[in-house]
């Protein structure tokens, strides 16, 4: 599919890195475009619905779904809680790539040297921290 390449990004301090794709655009919850400011230290996702997400990224990398993170298989599943992204951060976090995985997550590295999280959309729409979406 168009537009799937990875997105290598730069550690600069104020850059933005977008990426964009018209076919996923077109799905349901999708995303149209990521953003990773590191300077903000936000994630954020412009959905295919025109719903705009922000994430914190320690947030993130603190609710990373892997099984190492998540202390084993039994416990694999489930989402992110939205309150726990809106906890203030007690430090700052790169990313170094992002990698769409299929039409349905996004695998994140960070500079710490975790890469093993996979990020599904579904996951992330639901846990969107907006002010709207936090209140359902």
Known sequence: MPGLAPVYLNQTPNETINWQSEAIAEMNYSPA???????????????????????????????????????GHQNMGGGIN??????????????????????YAVKISWDDGHDMGIYTWKMLRQACPCEVCYKR
Request: aromatic share 4%; hydrophobic share 40%; net charge negative.
């Open 33 to 71: 475009d990521i953003q990773v400011n590191l300077a903000k230290q936000t994630l954020t996702i412009i959905w295919g619905d025109n719903h705009v997400s922000r994430y914190p990224l320690f947030a993130l990398r603190q609710q990373c779904p892997c099984v190492e993170c998540r202390g």
């Open 82 to 103: 939205p309150a726990d992204l809106l906890v203030p951060p007690i430090g700052t976090i790169g990313v170094t790539n992002l990698d769409m995985v299929g039409n």
